[in-house]
Antibody, heavy 120, light 109 residues
Framework: QVTLRESGPALVKPTQTLTLTCNFS??????????VSWIRQPPGKALEWLAR???????YYTSSLKSRLTISKDTSKNQVVLTMTNMDPADTATYYC????????????WGQGTLVTVSS | QTVVTQEPSLTVSPGGTVTLTCASS?????????PSWFQQKPGQAPRALIY???HKYSWTPARFSGSLLGGKAALTLSGLQPEDEAEYYC?????????FGGGTKLTVL
């Protein structure tokens, strides 16, 4: 059974760095073809793809936020971490992580999301 | 900046059929964009419906189908039921990063 769960601070101040963790089970990021992606959704707005990390440690970022994002993995802990620097109120959103299988290029399982509010 | 465009909103009667589309600012959408479709209801995480243009999951209702139509990815929902009312998002692959469409709010009324 595949599950993913996001965790992190519910509130961050402007200019601070956000660190989010995706804990997952039911698959391994050391398995060929497995990837994890981060996606966010501001309140009442559309989904926005942020980043992806692959089993071989390849990393990809959305161009508009590339300078502020870092994605990493700890395979032994079944965790993927996303950091976003210089947080702004416009970054207030629910942040999701999802599993990707390159054999199908699909996003089959998602976490429930974690709401992050940026406010002083 | 690549933009993926969906119809902002559609309204359909129960039992009806509707086709949602997904266009890319870079040109025609092909199978190489690995189009995916997701359903999201208020307060819930997105749920995957279709991947790689037309492939379904075990949980995808049989009345949902994906295709390519006129240079766009398409999601067709037939025999619409009240529980199909939701926001629908497409997702396209651009060789490294992916891009979501702006979503279609589907009302079944």
């Amino acid at each position: 059974q595949v599950t993913l769960r996001e965790s992190g601070p519910a509130l961050v101040k402007p200019t601070q760095t956000l660190t989010l963790t995706c804990n997952f089970s039911g698959f391994s990021l050391s398995t060929n073809g497995m990837c994890v992606s981060w996606i966010r959704q501001p309140p009442g707005k559309a989904l926005e793809w942020l980043a992806r990390i692959d089993w071989d440690d390849d990393k990809y970022y959305t161009s508009s936020l590339k300078s502020r994002l870092t994605i990493s993995k700890d395979t032994s802990k079944n965790q993927v971490v996303l950091t976003m620097t210089n947080m702004d109120p416009a970054d207030t959103a629910t942040y999701y992580c999802a599993r990707i299988r390159t054999a199908f290029w699909d996003y089959d399982y998602w976490g429930q999301g974690t709401l992050v509010t940026v406010s002083s | 900046q690549t933009v993926v465009t969906q119809e902002p909103s559609l309204t359909v009667s129960p039992g009806g059929t509707v086709t949602l589309t997904c266009a890319s600012s870079t040109g025609a959408v092909t199978s190489g964009y690995y189009p995916s479709w997701f359903q999201q209801k208020p307060g819930q995480a997105p749920r995957a419906l279709i991947y790689n243009t037309s492939h379904k999951y075990s949980w995808t209702p049989a009345r949902f189908s994906g295709s390519l139509l006129g240079g766009k990815a398409a999601l067709t929902l037939s025999g619409l039921q009240p529980e199909d009312e939701a926001e629908y998002y497409c997702l396209l692959f651009y060789g490294g990063p992916w891009v979501f469409g702006g979503g279609t709010k589907l009302t079944v009324l």
